[in-house]
């Protein structure tokens, strides 16, 4: 299952990763994000234990998505050793997701 990233764990859980991290910007009403969301999921269970695959509700968490400039979404960044080394917005197929994500693990 993906965790739930908050303002509050950000820093620990994907800054200080020590895998590929994913991470799924979303929102309640939003339609593509609802889309997005069954295969963030599945894709946690695919790769569990080779990176870490998160989602955070960006009305809750306010700080994380405008310290990225999230303004669009669902956005999906990915992070390699705290940086931001990859980006996806809107919806799109499942192996589009992993092949950014497997780019990583490489």
Known sequence: MAIEITD???EEIVMKADKPV?????????GPCRMVGPIIEEISKDY??????GKI???SNPNVSMQF????????????????VDKQVGGVAKEVLTAKLDAQIA
């Open 8 to 10: 509050a764990n950000f």
């Open 22 to 30: 994913i991470l799924d910007f979303w929102a309640e009403w939003c």
């Open 48 to 53: 569990e234990g080779r990176a870490i695959v």
């Open 57 to 59: 509700d960006v009305d």
């Open 69 to 84: 400039g999230i303004r669009n979404i669902p956005t999906i960044l990915y992070f390699k050793n705290g940086e931001v």
